[in-house]
């Protein structure tokens, strides 16, 4: 079983900043992707951005430019660097990690609790 610890939400003013952490433990052997999720109030959830293990990333085009996605393999730690933030970003972040637990084991994927960003002037 894998548990995610999510931190760094809140509240900011339009064009702020935040920094969300995202750490891995439990029964991991290797980590594949780790991605930030979001889900607004009445909206689907969707992908913000992704990362492979050897730190190819991609983004969502409501985020590009603003966000910056990066990894600490040896903390099993994602990061979500948000700038210039909007109203629009808005949105419980959730973070996500396909994971091993054994070299032989199949691969799960695993959900943070979510993490609450407000952007509100």
């Known amino acids: 079983q894998v548990q995610l610890v999510e931190s760094g939400g809140g509240l900011v003013q339009p064009g702020g900043s935040l920094r969300l952490s995202c750490a891995a433990s439990?029964?991991?052997?290797?980590?594949?992707?780790m991605a930030w999720y979001r889900q607004a109030p009445g909206k689907e959830r969707e992908l913000v951005a992704v990362?492979?293990?050897?730190?190819?990333?991609n983004y969502a085009d409501a985020v590009k430019g603003r966000f910056t996605i990066s990894r600490d393999n040896a903390k099993n730690t994602v990061y979500l660097q948000m700038n210039s933030l909007k109203p629009e970003d808005t949105a419980v972040y959730y973070c996500?990690?396909?994971?091993?637990?054994?070299?032989?084991?199949?691969?799960?994927?695993?959900w943070g609790q979510g993490t609450q960003v407000t952007v509100s002037s």
């Open positions: 439990g029964s991991i052997f290797s980590i594949n992707g």
């Open positions: 990362i492979t293990k050897s730190g190819t990333a």
């Open positions: 996500n990690v396909e994971s091993r637990a054994t070299m032989i084991s199949p691969r799960v994927m695993s």
